[in-house]
């Protein structure tokens, strides 16, 4: 007779082949059922943390994964060792927190920019976070607002030192399942710590010799807020998200774009040079910001062409 209990959880950590999956009765640490463990050629894992779960329990506090929840959307990037295989790294998750600095390390949007369509491509809603701005650096933050803003991204200017915008940013994150990314050395940790203290997520510092950020955070977690929701805190990534797009993909992951394309003369305009493309008159009347543009075009050039436009 089975005399395994069942609860329906979510995969708040994994390592290795283990998994915590927390529940209303508690966390358990779970291993996959046999059949789980087939992986695909094209993915790495079969769950990730943010999954939702049935898990049987028979020894407490052990218990197998039984079932795996239709996901509402994941976040990916390329297997290291083997790039053409999808690494999901959270699942279920409502918003990326995009994370970047004034300074140490100096702000790029390019690369906020290409979290930002990660998000975008996953259904997720984006955030942008500029932290540091007790260090100074007006002109950067200003910067960065007239680019998202504009882009009709919420746009923070934080510090975990001073405590600036934090409780802005608690506001955003509470009762969401948040992902904070960017580039090491920005700050994300010390802000997950500044959220809530006493997770103890630890913080990396910058190198003196690169000026780049040192991988501390060596795994992803779920961190359960006191205040409602979670947020994950995840290693300095370089390609989230965008590994599998093509050129024909990447105008419409721009909200900017979106809302003007159907006035473009052609209905797969790229917007680089067709005629009557009202992308670059809104470029060209300061209705789109120009950096965000030009990062568009640098990213487009990185992306693989699916088919030859356009058409009208």
């Known amino acids: 007779m089975d005399t395994a209990r069942q609860y329906d ?21 779970c291993e996959l059922r046999g059949r789980f463990r087939l992986t695909s050629e094209d993915t790495v894992n079969p ?3 943010g999954d939702r779960v049935a898990i049987a329990v028979e020894t407490p506090p ?35 927190i995009v994370v970047g600095s004034v300074t140490k390390p100096k702000l790029k949007l390019g690369a906020i920019d290409r979290f930002l369509l990660g998000a975008e491509n996953n259904g997720m809603q984006g955030v942008v976070v500029v932290n540091k701005v007790d260090l100074g650096y007006e002109k950067q933050m200003t910067r960065a607002r007239d680019a998202y803003t504009m882009a009709g991204y919420p746009c923070i200017a934080t510090s975990a030192d001073s405590g ?34 006493g997770l103890h997520v630890e913080t990396g510092e910058i190198s003196e010799s690169t000026g780049k950020g040192t991988h501390t955070t060596t795994t992803i977690e779920l961190h359960p807020l006191d205040f409602g929701g979670y947020i994950v805190d995840t290693p300095g990534l370089r390609v989230i998200g965008i590994w599998d797009l093509t050129q024909e993909d990447l105008p419409d ?5 979106r809302s003007r394309a159907d006035d473009c003369k052609f209905r797969n305009c790229m917007h680089i040079g067709e005629p009557d493309c009202a992308v670059r008159e809104a470029v060209e009347a300061g209705e789109i910001n120009r950096e965000r543009y030009d990062g568009y075009l640098r990213i487009r050039d990185t992306l693989e062409l699916r088919s030859t436009h356009p058409k009208g």
């Not at 979510?10 to 358990?28: E, L």
């Not at 992951?253 to 774009?257: D, I, M, N, Q, S």
């Open 9 to 29: 959880g979510r995969v708040i950590k994994s390592f290795g082949k283990r998994f915590i999956v927390q529940t209303s009765d508690g966390t358990f640490d």
């Open 47 to 49: 769950v990730a943390v």
């Open 62 to 96: 052990y218990g197998v994964i039984e079932e795996i929840h239709e996901r509402r959307n994941k976040l990916s990037r390329p297997e290291v060792i083997k790039p053409f295989r999808e690494q999901i790294l959270v699942a279920n998750c409502d918003q990326l």
């Open 164 to 197: 600036e915008g934090i409780d802005e940013l608690r506001e955003l994150v509470k009762l969401k399942t948040s992902m904070f990314c960017g580039h090491s050395g920005v700050g994300k940790s010390s802000l997950v710590n500044a959220l809530q203290p």
């Open 253 to 257: 992951l721009y909200p900017e774009f």
